[in-house]
């Protein structure tokens, strides 16, 4: 099995502010080449939610949204800003749970999000006026093209995941997981392998991009660190194609929902 | 805050096979040696929950067991062998849910496991003939003991978290968790602290002792590769000492279960 033995994971510095309209990837670029660092076929950047959604101008003005009565109603039951809420409602395909401080929706991208995964936190200055943002409108189309332009602009085939840090069911504390992801397999399937002693593996199926996402995070930060973008050097694991939406359960194989 | 910017993890070559009242200390001081390798304070070692489990002979032969009639009847409804099911009641709380091939259960430490972690692969040439493998007696006050070893064989003062693969509600693939830990602040708490702008940071706490966990898991591998043991270097984020119940959500805040 072609597994890595080594990984190095470097945050990249110099990622200036992003704004509506950026080019992510020429910004990665140019704080690489800041750095006498170039891209390397194999090597997988992991890049935060955060920024690609500023790049596609995902920011949106609490001020400007006129909340339903559904979402009234949830604002009440969760004790939530009404405006807020229809934004919840309008990025998802279901509501899970709402109760207090909290609603739980299946996003539509099929993620299993609180808040649909809108952020409040370093949005920008205006944050506290209202600023919130959207996950990106489709972030494996996003690692897929960020991937090709830099395929183009380098010659480097890399790998590209978008990560968020999400809440889980049964444990406390966030991890990152991958939105979205190019290049990479998302799902490493150890079924048919065998184990030390020749016998097959019963273990199934690895998430591989997410263990990648919540890797990065480790040098990422959540607060004011500024460094959203993670390159991974030394991961000779599984390079076919395959998006992120392979890592989401299928509504009828889920049994906690 | 103190955040590593750059993480460096290696598996650990040399490590043998474990049978039952091993040292894993000794193995993975002297297989570290082997490689001129010394450990140093603000290391972090993850340690495959299988070798642990091993060194503490968790092993048990179906042979032995005798089902109940509880796990007579769920082995009906889940197609399981009896004795299997026997064995994940005994280490779990609660069942929480049984179908085909499946069983999801409380484990008897907190954690949300199929099968109450209990391992059919990995386990030795009697695998065929029915030896599993149980979840380590006691993985925090394991860590610890590791963590108090090294200090005193070495003087390093290190972090250790015991990994192992779990599946999860939403997502399709198994990450690595840490179910033991010492030395390694298991949670990260965000709150209170400021994004780039100034503003409060909304984003909760951060399971970083999993994500640590995960990392490690890119380069352990699962199937026959043996490298169990994993060395992090450069985590310069918390180290408070804390356990990995630290991340267990309380029943009373789980709405999934």
């Known amino acids: 099995m072609d597994r890595s033995t080594g990984l190095i994971l470097t945050a990249v510095p110099g990622i200036p502010l992003v704004r509506t309209g950026d ?3 020429a910004l990665i670029l140019s704080a690489l080449a800041a750095q006498n660092e170039t891209l390397c076929s194999g090597d997988v950047l992991v890049i935060a939610q955060k920024i690609v959604s500023k790049s596609e101008g995902r920011m949106v003005s609490l001020k400007d949204v006129e909340a339903g009565e559904r979402a009234i109603e949830l604002a009440r039951s969760t004790g939530k800003d009404p ?3 229809q934004l919840v409602l ?3 395909k279901e509501v899970l749970r709402a109760v207090d401080q909290l609603i739980i929706v299946v996003h539509r991208l099929g993620f299993v999000l609180a808040n649909a995964g809108i952020d409040v936190s370093n949005v920008g200055p205006e944050g506290s006026d209202g600023q919130v943002l959207l996950l990106p409108e489709n972030p494996d189309r996003t690692a ?3 991937r090709a332009s830099i395929l183009s602009e380098t010659g480097a085939n890399v790998g590209v995941i978008i990560n968020d840090s999400v809440g889980r069911a ?3 504390g966030t991890v990152s997981l991958a939105i979205g992801a190019a290049g990479v397999k998302a799902l490493e399937d150890h079924r048919g392998k065998v184990d030390l002693f020749g016998l097959p593996l019963k273990a199934s199926e690895e998430g591989v991009a997410d263990e990648l996402a919540s890797a990065a995070s480790l040098v990422q930060g959540q607060a004011g660190e500024g460094l959203p973008v993670v390159l991974i050097r030394g991961f000779k694991g599984p390079s076919e194609v395959q998006s ?5 359960r299928p509504v009828q194989q889920d049994l906690f929902r």
Chains 1, 2 share one sequence.
Request: hydrophobic share 50%; glycine share 0%; proline share 0%.
């Open 244 to 248: 992120a939406a392979t890592l989401v």
């Open 170 to 172: 049964w444990r406390i």
């Open 83 to 85: 405006r807020l809420i």
């Open 90 to 92: 309008t990025e998802s």
């Open 23 to 25: 080019d992510i990837v």
């Open 144 to 146: 897929q093209n960020y």
